[in-house]
């Protein structure tokens, strides 16, 4: 069971390129989040997802997009990247959105120029 | 929103004791605990979820004080393995169920 995977690793990419980062989950959880942590801040939420079908906006929702077309995948897509969204991000899941422990994935460092 | 941790960092000696407080300005539903070592992923630590709940996890245990809105996080005896970075996440009343709202976190190194 691999639990939480992400891709890429690590990117830089130019400022106004598309990018999309993906994470996979084989928990069958039904709730799935995607953060950035960045240094002195902490780990913020972007966008969250109840069940497949749906999704919501967290903290820091302006210039990300995600989409959720079934159970174990979560991308996350910048559509015209900033040097602002430098950082690392983290998907999580859990098992649903009652107060349920979050288990994090192995994070994906991006770098805008 | 955002909870205040602290200390911010904390320097220990192993056998040593630590406590890590985590504070709100709002009502919290549940207090969820975590630690994140260098260059990984955060690891679930613990949940509570009402007030003077108090749990333990081998010598780490944590309180919740609904009324004061805040929880702690007693670290007995570290170990060398305890070094890292400690991050409350607080569910708010009132706010989207199941969101979590996390402090900058604690940084804790133990030395030998």
């Known amino acids: 069971i691999a639990g939480i995977t992400q891709a890429p690793t690590s990117q830089i990419l130019a400022a106004g390129r598309r990018m999309t980062l993906r994470c996979t989950q084989d928990?069958?959880?039904?709730?799935m989040y995607w953060y950035r942590q960045d240094l002195g801040l902490g780990l913020r939420l972007i966008h969250y997802?109840?069940?497949?079908?749906?999704?919501g906006k967290g903290e820091v929702p302006d210039g990300y997009s995600v989409s959720r077309a079934n159970t174990d995948d979560f991308p996350l897509t910048l559509a015209s990247a900033v040097p602002s969204q430098t950082s690392v991000y983290f998907c999580?899941?859990?098992?649903?959105?009652?107060?349920?422990?979050?288990?994090f994935g192995p994070g994906t460092r991006l770098t805008v120029l | 929103q955002q909870p205040v941790q602290s200390p911010q960092a904390v320097i220990l000696r192993e056998g040593e004791d630590a406590v890590i407080n985590c504070s709100s300005s709002?009502?919290?539903?549940?207090v969820h605990w975590y630690r994140q070592k260098h260059g990984e992923a955060p690891v679930f630590l613990m949940i509570?979820?009402?007030?003077?709940e108090q749990k333990g996890h081998e010598k780490i245990s944590a309180s919740f004080n609904e009324k004061k809105q805040q929880s702690s996080l007693y670290l007995t005896a570290s170990q060398l393995s305890y070094s890292g970075t400690y991050f409350c996440?607080?569910?708010?009343?009132?706010?989207?169920?199941?969101?979590?709202?996390f402090g900058k976190g604690t940084k804790l190194s133990v030395k030998p």
């Open positions: 509570l979820l009402k007030g003077g």
């Open positions: 996440g607080t569910e708010i009343y009132g706010g989207s169920q199941g969101n979590l709202i």
């Open positions: 997802s109840n069940t497949a079908g749906t999704t």
């Open positions: 928990m069958r959880h039904n709730a």
């Open positions: 709002k009502a919290l539903y549940s």
């Open positions: 999580a899941s859990s098992n649903n959105r009652n107060t349920d422990t979050q288990y």
